[in-house]
């Protein structure tokens, strides 16, 4: 609503800061849901949120741009206040476990809980994968599908297959990659294969190549995310969850941040294939990460 009545550049980077402090309710959030499901069923409970979250930016993302189109710029921010209204009214309708206290979490009790190693990979692979998202799929990829003669409704077409193919995977890693792979081999293999989409960005020649590309890329990146997302909090108490999940989103989210920044320097002082191969190899990195995770989930 604040995005909607600013009135000057300032009244909207306040909203953009204070929009952002909201988002960190996500953390909660994924904790309370895997809460509803059986023990040991984690990675299907991030796997169903992750899919209906990537619906939800995937419908938003058209719904705002025709509501702009049609509407005017505003409209997009009333829509997205009225949602949020709507949202809070059905958030009071949600039950929680309480969970008997132990006494208080104290500094040292979060340095133990920030030590465990599934954790620290997991956030870690996580991030450098976000690096990678957020250099191409969501970042510069738009701007090199345009020098392919990409069109503006291409352009919106591979960003929803990007969080269409996302979401399906996510829905499906829990049944599929997890049971057949185990965690460690599922997130190696996705973003090994995303390594490879990401150095061959920059030697397509045609759109529909992206198409493709980015069709493989968001369903590995969908299957590795909500596994990730179950080994962060696996084997943490329940109190500590939100503690374990608030850490693993903060530093992936440092990926999210600085693959942009990093990569458009590189980009723009080599080039797109400098700079997608630079991203590549960040990838890399994230597979030899995820080596380090557990090869099964036990519990």
């Known amino acids: 609503m604040v995005l909607a009545l600013s009135p000057s550049p300032e009244w909207m980077i306040v909203a953009r800061f204070v929009s952002g402090i909201s988002a960190c309710s996500w953390v909660a959030f994924t904790v309370l849901y895997s809460g509803y499901y059986p023990p040991g069923q984690t990675t299907r409970a991030m796997g169903h949120i992750s899919f209906v979250n990537g619906l939800s930016i995937m419908s938003s993302t058209y719904l ?16 997205s206040a009225g949602f949020g209204v709507l949202g809070t009214f059905v958030s009071l309708g949600t039950s929680e476990s309480r969970v008997p206290a132990h006494g208080t979490l104290s500094l040292n009790a979060s340095r133990e809980i920030l030590r465990h190693p599934t954790l620290i990979w997991s956030s870690i692979a996580a991030s450098l994968g976000m690096y990678t998202v957020f250099t191409s799929s969501f970042g510069f990829l738009p701007n090199f599908a345009l020098t392919l003669g990409a069109t503006k409704t291409d352009l919106g077409m591979l960003s929803a297959l990007t969080l269409l193919c996302g979401s399906v995977a996510g829905l499906s890693a829990s049944r599929l990659a997890l049971p057949l792979l185990g965690p460690r081999y599922a997130i190696v293999v996705a973003y ?88 590549a190899l960040v990838a890399a990195v994230s597979v030899l990460a995820s080596l380090k995770l557990p090869r099964r989930l036990d519990g």
């Open 64 to 79: 705002g741009g025709w509501l702009a189109d049609h509407y005017g710029w505003l409209a997009p921010f009333w829509a």
């Open 192 to 279: 090994g294969v995303v390594t490879l989409v990401t150095a061959t960005i920059p030697h397509a020649t045609e759109v529909w190549q992206l198409f493709v590309l980015q069709a493989l890329s968001g369903l590995c990146r969908g299957t590795a995310y909500p596994i990730m997302m179950s080994l962060a909090i696996h084997g943490i108490s329940e109190r500590d969850k939100a503690t374990a999940m608030g850490f693993f989103q903060a530093v992936y989210s440092a990926g999210m941040f600085l693959g942009p920044l990093v990569a458009g320097q590189i980009g723009g002082w080599m080039g797109y294939t400098m700079l997608f191969s630079s991203s």
